[in-house]
């Protein structure tokens, strides 16, 4: 998997697992627009 430049050398740790599942995210609206799913860095 790539991750963003942005992350930290060794973020995350070669030794952790790919994550599965749902995951919820507060937005500030009544529908989700694109901005929402960017990371809190970009």
Excluded at 2 to 20: G, H, I, K, Q, R
């Amino acid at each position: 998997m790539l991750w963003p430049d942005y992350f930290p050398d060794d973020c995350p740790p070669n030794y952790t697992e790919l994550a599965s599942g749902q995951v919820y995210r507060f937005i500030d609206g009544d529908s989700p627009q694109p901005e929402d799913f960017l990371s809190w860095c970009e």
